[in-house]
């Protein structure tokens, strides 16, 4: 790492915001040090944006916090951080023997950089408004804290900043409650631009919001780069998509340690480092959704003992001998791009798809599926807040009350079928998942299943015997999003996936029961069974304790139809293409019917063989994957399409073909849908519903055929959530992909 | 333009549901005072179980109870504002200001049969 520092010196000295010189941190935990980041040399310019990637546990959140002096108290930090020309003070350094004056002093110190030369858009940020604060009100302290503005300069200022983020002055007023996941994002980003810093850091600004939101808010951020409001940017994420639309250079982050840097181009295009390449070649894009992908074999090493030699070396295709015993030299390829590795000569993006697509077998159509085995006419799901005594007092009158989650649904999942449900938060999709495992009612409408031999259950029916239900519980399972909250921390790896059996009464012999704990264990992809079954959640990692999930719903021999309600929304990009593949493997082995909720087209297409798109509760779209895929034929699915991003630097984001973001399943439009957001839309959707189209098995909900949608001005792609009109232009066709 | 915009026949139905809503919360302090003097009438007649001393005791303790119930318990009120937020339903001041008013009323309405309680209380014990 020592040549990357003198190199980079040389390329950045007298014109960097920020240098950053052999930054070691480690932090002292009760179980021995943890090396969390490694001799980590970079430079950062004015007016440049640089990405910060990786894996979790890379220690990108520990170098931004890093950065802004935010680290704990059980951080040892070695190296530099020179702001502006000045090394940047750390009170962690202080020690508790230093004198309270010192302290004292460090902290005004730091006090007057940050937020006013640094600011920060901390991960989830969105989520940590004060609820009983308006946005104004919280925005008003920055100024009121770190200037001496009076009120009505403050008041001008905060206009001024949430129209720069993208917004309406109007939320000033607004509680945090009252914006959409999007909105409250554009509030972060105009608390971080208030008092104009030189710096700020984005960790993780997208994560979290859907992908039409992502988009914009990429675009936003582009146009504050432009205008020059958003000065130096750091941003960190693990979005590979969001980093190559933003950055100039981008560094990645492996187990602590740098393991490349260059520019933007030089790193997605002509990357020379094995990870780097792993990472890329994973990446879930719609381009690659039909190749298979085996993902980065194992997990990021243990940190308390990190390895000799390359960090990466246990996961890397092309490591040798070398790799496990001396540091990799940092190669210099081409000005600005350095690549940590003993092979940085022979590794390429060709060298690498052999290697991490191996097989490179687009996957093979999917099946056609068999029988029906789930069946819905018209089902229905409203949530009133009148249904209770409570609500019927406290609801005002006249106050919408009732939430249309689900409506008219009217779908079909055939044996050994993998269905997938996309849609945006709020789309309903959730509901839909809880109404077919029947852990809600419907308000309206049917649904089937066939428990087998042409002897089909009427689950909405009310009268079902507890047997008839318990009959179905024991074919249906579910696996849940988080893999870490929804594993008990005090059940063993065995009592978790025993606990179906056992609730079911299937089985009361311990012995049979170990058996079929460590079949599911095994076909779950946790093998031998034995290493894991009397482990606890907490002793293992992201990946596996999403295995243990999947082995808890396959723990009942007879289970024929599985929800998978968005599993891989939390994993890393490796764990994700180990986990498509175990779904795609158990409808192989077990001709099990899925349903996969996701809001990840590229993974929807990955595995689904068909497809229904959702929208505020209706279903707008459905047919076979791939046609959906390659011929959308809602404005919606259109927009979902075009808004996945691609870790391409030449992907443009910019028009995603749809205005704003999804309104309430509260106050839904008479007619369409999806008429507030669409951008072909006329008169006619306002209050008429839209029919069904049908073209061989692929429908979708709209008045108007594929040849008549045509946007009315080219400005209203442009239309923003600050619902700012533009003047009415010609009008352009931009239907089809 | 949107679902549920004229609503000016279900107004009548709302209100009518939460007087409805109301008694149900009434019914409950009502059925146990109901009880309390009930229940132990034919053990006074049959069995002489000391009802003008010990009826009165209970009936004061559940009263003073029924007051703190009153004034500590949220009715419910709670519960719809987190529903409200997770369905996506706006809250503004005046709905703030709406349920703190029911939730005042509610409350005014224990006190009352608390003092019911109470006042039974002392006409069996004195009467």
Redesign the interface.
Known sequence: MEEVKEVESKEFTGNSVMSIKNLSVNFKVAEGTVNALDRVSLDLAYGETIGIVGESGSGKSTFANAMIALLPENAVISGDIVFEGERLPYLSNVGRKEKKRDVKILDAKLRAIRWKEISMIFQGAMNSFNPAYTIGKQLKQVFQIHTDFDLDQINKKMKEVVIKAGLNPSVLAS?P??LSGGMKQRAVIALALALNPKMVIADEPTTGLDVVVQAKLISTLKKLRASGDLKSLVIISHDLGVVSQLADRVAVLYAGRLMEIGSVMDIYLNSRNPYTLALLENYPSMRKARERVLGIPGTPPDLLNPPKGCRFAERCKFADSICTQVDPPVVQISPGHFSACHFADKVNVKTAEKKYSATNDILSSHSSGGLPLIKTVDLTKF?G??S??????????????????VEKLNIEIKEGEIYAIVGES?SGKTTVGRLLLKSIEPTAGKLFFNIGEDNVLELSNKTLSNEKIREFRSMSQLIMQDPYDSLNPKMSVFDTVAEPIEALKLEKDPSRIEAMVSQSLESAGLSPASNYIFRFPHELSGGERQRVGVARALSVPSVKFLLADEPISMMDISLRAHFLNNILELRQNRKLSIVYITHDMASARYVSDRMLIMYLGMPVEEGETESVITNPLHPYTKALIQAVPEPNPTWKPERTGIIGEIG????????CRFYDRCIFRKDIC??EAPPKREESGHWYLCHFSQSELIVNSPEEMERDVTGIKTPQGSSINVSGR | ?????E?EE??KL??A??R???L??LLVPIIIYSLILVVPAPFAFEYGFPYRSDVPTILFIVGVLLFFVAAWWD???K???N???R?????TN??IS??EK??FS?MMMYFGIASLFIATAFAVFYI
């Open positions: 509680y409650h009252e949530f807040l009148r209770s005594a409570a609500g019927s007092i406290f609801v005002q009158a006249g106050k919408k009350s009732v939430a249309h989650a709020g309430s399943i509260v106050n839904v439009p008479k007619g306002k209050d | 333009m949107y679902q549920g915009d609503p279900l107004e709302v209100h549901d939460a409805k809503a109301r149900k919360y009715f419910g009120a519960k719809v504002l529903e409200s937020v369905i996506g339903v706006k809250i005046d709905d709406y349920m029911q939730g509610l």
